[in-house]
């Protein structure tokens, strides 16, 4: 029997409803969003706000439920490495990526097909799309279930830390979107690695669960950082991921008004990984950066991950959370 849906205090309308991921809940959400209506749900990386990625209004919609600043673009999500075919242009080295690492946490740059019908907000004007398959079997069902590729940015308020539980959704979300499917926590709690795929090299756009050096094997090309201030990627934004409070980097103590944030040796109020894991440390991170926001301390500080690695990846979240607002 189909569970009730739950809800929470209503934000800025009627609370959103939360439905445990089933297909009476994705049937549910893919008729929203085929009405042109955004839906948050599970994906392997964090939650994501998912519409119709070739309807220009449905994704508008996810823009105006997110504040999200108009010039940055947007992952679409297709359901097949074929359906991916059709919106963007492969070469050897993105079909060598595709091969290894979709369905999985891998985002890749690509230039537009000339016939793909993805609207122009998706892209904010570029002629590149940010594509992924993805994994999670919510986000999978509700692809199958729309038949459409989708539009899908973390499902939160621009800028703010990025959800791994419906919970959080419904925290920074509630009464702004229709739905929220509960796929239970997310399995990565880090945003997709996003790499472009050049003519004769990679750009790291975005460090994320697959690691440099993975993508550069499996492409046989050299990979670098981007360089530059242009946004051409989601997830570019100098300040993002950020909580309310200003956050302090490299702490191994607290002040009295700070929550820390600890990771290994350094305890804290709250810990990524009392063992120094990378891999735990990127699971729990927004969830604990949700904590030390909702703890009403005036500050937070985090205490030093090492940047190999998964390490890399968490530092860029944090750093970008904070960075001055």
């Not at 242009?230 to 993002?240: E, F, M, R, Y």
């Not at 990127?282 to 690695?309: C, K, M, Q, T, Y």
Request: net charge neutral; aromatic share 4%; hydrophobic share 50%.
């Amino acid at each position: 029997m189909t569970a009730p849906p739950r809800s929470l205090p209503a934000g800025e309308g009627a609370a959103t409803p939360i439905l445990p991921f089933d297909d009476h809940a994705v049937a549910q959400a893919a008729r929203l969003i085929l009405s042109g209506q955004p839906v948050a749900i599970a994906t392997e990386t964090v939650y994501g706000l998912a519409a119709d990625a070739t309807n220009g209004a449905g994704v508008a919609r996810i823009y105006a439920a997110k504040g999200r600043p108009a010039f940055n673009p947007l992952i679409v999500h297709a359901g097949s490495r074929r359906e991916a075919a059709g919106i963007a242009r492969f070469d050897a080295a993105a079909d060598a990526l595709a091969a290894a690492f979709w369905p999985g946490p891998l985002t890749l740059v690509l230039p537009l097909a000339a016939n793909a019908a993805i609207a122009p907000i998706v892209t904010a004007g570029l002629p590149t799309v940010a594509l992924r398959v993805p994994a999670h079997a919510a986000m999978r069902a509700l692809l199958a279930a729309c038949g459409r590729p989708l539009a899908a940015p973390s499902a939160n308020a621009s800028g703010t830390i990025s959800p791994t539980t419906a919970a959080h959704v419904a925290r920074s979300l509630d009464g702004r979107v229709p739905l929220i499917v509960d796929a239970g926590p997310t399995a990565h709690g880090l945003e997709s690695t996003i790499v472009a795929v050049e003519a004769e090299r990679l750009v790291l756009l975005r460090p994320g669960p697959i690691a440099a050096d993975a993508l550069a094997r499996a492409a046989g090309l050299p990979i670098v950082a981007h360089q530059g201030t242009a946004i051409v990627a989601p997830g570019q934004l100098a300040s993002h991921y950020a909580p309310r409070q200003p956050v302090r980097l490299e702490a191994t103590g607290a002040a009295a008004d700070e929550w820390l944030i600890g990771f290994g040796a350094v305890a804290g109020d709250a810990t990524l990984s009392a063992a120094g894991d990378p891999i735990e440390a990127a699971a729990r991170l927004f969830a604990a950066l949700h904590e030390a926001d909702a703890s009403g301390r005036a500050r937070i500080a985090v205490a030093p991950v090492p940047n190999a690695g998964l390490g890399a990846a968490i530092n860029d979240r944090l750093r970008r959370a904070a960075a001055p607002r």
